[in-house]
């Protein structure tokens, strides 16, 4: 089975390809984190071999903080990277929708 890096990076919509987006911007998210890249690919049936929260993409460096995203991943998937990386893209896009109608239900209880 292949194994690759995927970067956080890869998969921002805020980004251009210049910074190292590998995915379309119609299926790429925005921001994404580690944690939530970690997830949609143990979902897909990913193995996860490393991961570093702390690393930073070196494309990245001449950015602003606040586009940088920070972490590594370090995945064994079936497929090749360019179909991992959309695939990890969408299953973010799905679990995002999910678990926005369950936050506003919950700020508007509180008021």
Do not use: C, H, Q
């Not at 590998?22 to 490393?50: C, F, H, Q, R, T």
């Amino acid at each position: 089975m292949p194994r690759f890096v995927v970067w956080p990076n890869e998969l921002d919509a805020r980004l251009s390809r210049k910074y190292g987006r590998a995915v379309p911007k119609n299926v790429a998210v925005d921001g994404p984190k580690i944690s939530e890249i970690e997830d949609a690919a143990l979902i897909i049936g990913m193995k996860v071999v490393e991961k570093d929260p702390r690393k930073l993409n070196p494309r990245l460096s001449g950015l602003d903080e606040d586009l940088r995203t920070y972490g590594l991943l370090r995945v064994e998937s079936p497929y090749g990277k360019g179909k991992s990386l959309k695939l990890i893209a969408e299953k973010i896009r799905e679990l995002r929708s999910r678990a926005k109608p369950k936050k506003d239900k919950t700020k508007r209880k509180r008021r």
